[in-house]
């Protein structure tokens, strides 16, 4: 896990007189899952936003696989392995579960036969195997946060950015999507998570990165960071008891 997949170096947002990100320092490792936390509007989202280049950096440098990637479109930046799953999932309604995982699958891929593999894979990394023929509209939430992590997963992302994919989930939808970013990472790709969730999101994490108000306020292993007074202060309110165990 040494290898440093994507790093920032004095991230910096501002939106006209709003600084939504300041001075911000992160390296992800190859292989990790990590969690982005913090209070509403800490610019988690921002970030996010910040790394697939739907915002322009106003300062620092962000690098993936060790290339600066600052100025790059997000396609670019898509193609040389960042994919995202959204909080809320835009299938295409019409179309089977199936034929929405090919989407993502036959991005920038020659092979037919080896994108229906990706398919295959992702549909089963999901759990969605038995849904794939259903058209999309008419899915659960569950379903269709499983469908958006199938969807960006079928890219082949050496970097999966998930924003919230626990949110409305019940209790066995949690611990299903906890255990496909699992097999996630076991496939290969990195994940980075923003979530609110405290108990998927350290159940799930090696390390979290915590920012409050544009800026990191702390970084650690789940443990480290709900003991942290800083994040008690800013975000949990309350000691954790049990959910970093
Ligand atoms: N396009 C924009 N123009 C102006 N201000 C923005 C823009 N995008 C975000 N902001 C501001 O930046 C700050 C950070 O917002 P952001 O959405 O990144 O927070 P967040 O941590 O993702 O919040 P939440 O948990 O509620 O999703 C907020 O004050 C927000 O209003």
């Known amino acids: 896990m040494s290898d440093i997949l994507l790093s920032g170096r004095g991230v910096t947002k501002s939106f006209r007189g709003l600084t939504a990100i300041r001075d911000v ?3 992800i490792p190859a292989g990790a899952i990590f969690g982005l936390i913090g209070p509403n509007g800490a610019g988690k989202s921002t970030l996010f936003n910040l790394i697939t280049g739907y915002y322009a950096l106003t300062g620092g440098e962000i690098r993936f ?3 600066d990637i600052s100025g ?3 396609y670019r930046r898509n193609r040389a392995g960042i994919a995202r799953a959204f909080q809320i999932s835009k299938p295409f309604p019409a179309l089977t579960v199936r034929e929405n995982v090919r989407v993502g699958a036959m991005f920038g ?3 037919a036969r080896e994108a229906e593999d990706v398919v295959d894979q992702a549909l089963a ?3 969605l195997e038995e849904l794939a023929d259903r058209t999309a509209e008419g899915l659960t939430v569950g379903s ?3 469908l958006e992590v199938a969807r960006a997963f079928a890219t082949r992302p050496s970097l999966l950015l998930a924003d919230e994919p ?3 989930l019940n209790p066995t939808e949690t611990e299903e999507m906890v255990g496909c970013l699992r097999k996630v990472r076991e496939l290969g790709t990195t994940v980075w998570l923003v979530e609110h969730d405290m108990k998927a999101v350290t159940s799930v994490c090696d390390r979290i990165v915590v920012i409050d108000a544009g800026q990191k306020i702390a970084e650690g292993t789940p443990q480290q960071v709900v003991a942290n007074p800083k994040v008690i202060a800013a975000y949990l309110g309350e ?3 049990d959910e970093a165990g």
């Open 166 to 168: 626990c949110a409305g």
């Open 109 to 111: 891929r020659p092979g």
């Open 239 to 241: 000691p954790l008891e």
């Open 144 to 146: 269709l946060r499983k």
């Open 125 to 127: 990394i999901a759990g």
């Open 65 to 67: 696989k060790g290339e």
């Open 25 to 27: 320092d992160f390296d």
């Open 72 to 74: 790059l479109p997000t």
